[in-house]
């Protein structure tokens, strides 16, 4: 392995329970490979029924310490993480490049996104502490507090291995509830060493634990145990609708970041150049694969080719490669499955009149790679407008009445984002109006920061988090009546 100059970080492959470093009792382990090379990275434990059924108990008794601490130390021990995730960021983006595919830059920008969480939850003022009502007999007679949930589980995906475990722990942790956090199985590695930081700096044992393992029998331990009160996911409607049935028996507090399909529109009137650089923010960071990525594109008749040609040009000089390496800008999918299905996403729009403008296939025989891929003239019924591609794949469908277009989105189950080039006022408020989304981007390809709450709707799930939001998602409400 030659990344990095040969300087290859030292990668944790243990769990980490209760304030230790552990195997799995039967010694199993599970396999993680570097998605761009193929090559074997290591391994961590495949923890059993037991060992999980211990870090929840583990999980339970700490919990009713760190809620005692005062928010301000809370808060401060999250500083001292964030401080020592910031002083280690090189190390750490080096790492997620390694497991996850991601260009180093872009790694790095990911790494000082997850850190920005552990600071924003890190301010005691988020916290609701209560109030008294001035509608009772006596001035102080009826009160309201906040507390917090108490044990809460984190099943979190492979394509933001740090910023999706630190939008969900920091406000948790903040709050007073301790947190189990499942890796994906793919990106273990970035989670084992931000959980290594937290112990450095004196988070205590059992207030954040990291178990790996088989994600089924870990899901159901989690979901099952009526000590778990709160279970957080970000991944797949199907996997979200699977969580929601199995936590149904327990009662517990969900919060479901699922799949999205963002639709891209860009109107009669849209700056293109502007549009163009949005398209490749929101298209082919991560090489496509996130959650708010730009899906479809939908482009007004009067400037469809114009948008076409400038983003064909654009696309064609983004650059593969693996990550080390500062010129790249795209890196690998995940996986086969991953690639499998973006060559099936575009098979299927050639199949409905799609045109390649450019990419369209795998760059190489070895590895996960697949092309920036440009295809015009799509049909709206394509897989590739209907389904979430999770890939470099920006399919452009023409549009001419912006009311037929909303009509039409507004049958798609998903619901998270959306982004829309205008230059018309009222077209703006129209459309953040109608299109029913969690987060609308207007004139923008980013959106996400940790100062505002990130989630959708319908299919899309439930929750928010980042904000003020993000916290309150922790916090249960209580009322007290008192007489004196």
Not at 10 to 18: D, G
Not at 100 to 115: C, M, N, R, S, V
Not at 126 to 141: E, K, N, S, T, V
């Amino acid at each position: 392995m030659q990344m990095f100059h040969n300087e290859i970080p030292q990668l944790r492959q243990q769990a980490y329970v209760n304030g230790e470093w552990v195997d799995a009792f039967d010694k199993s382990t599970q396999s993680v490979f570097n998605p761009a090379t193929g090559e074997r990275l290591g391994a961590v434990p495949q923890l059993g029924v037991q060992q999980i059924d211990d870090c929840i108990e583990a999980a339970e008794a700490a919990f009713y310490h760190w809620r005692e601490v005062p928010v301000r130390e809370r808060c401060a021990l999250l500083t001292a993480w964030f401080n020592s995730i910031k002083a280690e960021r090189k190390r750490l983006a080096r790492i997620l490049t390694l497991e996850q595919g991601k260009p180093y830059a872009e790694a790095l920008g990911e790494i000082d996104y997850a850190a920005s969480y552990i600071q924003w939850f890190a301010q005691p003022a988020l916290l609701d502490i209560g109030a008294a009502l001035p509608y009772g007999q006596q001035p102080l007679d009826m009160l309201v507090t906040s507390e917090p949930v108490g044990v809460c589980a984190a099943i979190t995906p492979w394509n933001f291995p740090a910023a999706m475990i630190t939008r969900k722990v920091a406000p948790a942790l903040a709050a007073g509830c301790t947190k189990i956090v499942k890796p994906a199985p793919d990106t273990p590695f970035t989670a084992l060493a931000l959980a290594e930081l937290a112990a450095q700096v004196g988070i205590p044992a059992g207030v954040l634990n990291v178990v790996t393992g088989d994600a089924q029998v870990i899901g159901e331990r989690l979901t099952q145990s009526s000590r778990v009160r709160k279970l957080s996911f970000t991944g797949s409607t199907a996997v979200g609708r699977s969580l929601m049935a199995a936590c149904a028996p327990t009662l517990k507090r969900l919060s479901l970041e699922l799949g999205g399909n963002a639709p891209f529109i860009v109107c009669a009137d849209a700056d293109l150049d502007a549009a163009v650089d949005g398209a490749i923010a929101a298209k082919f960071r991560n090489a496509g694969q996130t959650c708010v990525c730009a899906n479809a594109f939908y482009v007004a008749d009067s400037v469809y080719d114009d948008f076409a040609q400038r983003l064909t040009d654009r696309v064609q000089q983004l650059q593969l490669g693996t990550g080390d390496q500062p010129e790249v800008t795209v890196g690998p999918l995940i996986n086969r499955a991953a690639l499998h299905k973006v060559e099936q996403m575009v098979t299927d729009a050639i199949q409905h009149g799609g045109e390649i403008r450019c990419g369209g296939k795998r760059w190489r025989d070895h590895g996960n790679w697949y092309l920036p891929t440009v295809i015009t003239e799509v049909d709206a019924s394509a897989r590739c407008v209907q389904e979430e591609i999770f890939g470099p794949v920006a399919p452009l469908v023409r549009f001419i009445d912006s009311s037929t277009l909303l009509q039409q989105l507004r049958v798609q189950h998903a619901g998270l984002a959306a982004y829309v080039f205008t230059q018309n006022l009222e077209q703006i408020q129209r459309f953040v109006r109608q299109l029913e989304v969690g987060m609308v981007g207007i004139n923008s390809g980013l959106i996400s920061d940790a100062a505002v709450p990130f989630g959708g709707i319908k299919a899309s799930g439930m929750g928010r988090e980042g904000g003020r939001q993000g916290i309150e998602e922790y916090l249960e409400t209580k009322y007290i009546k008192l007489n004196n």
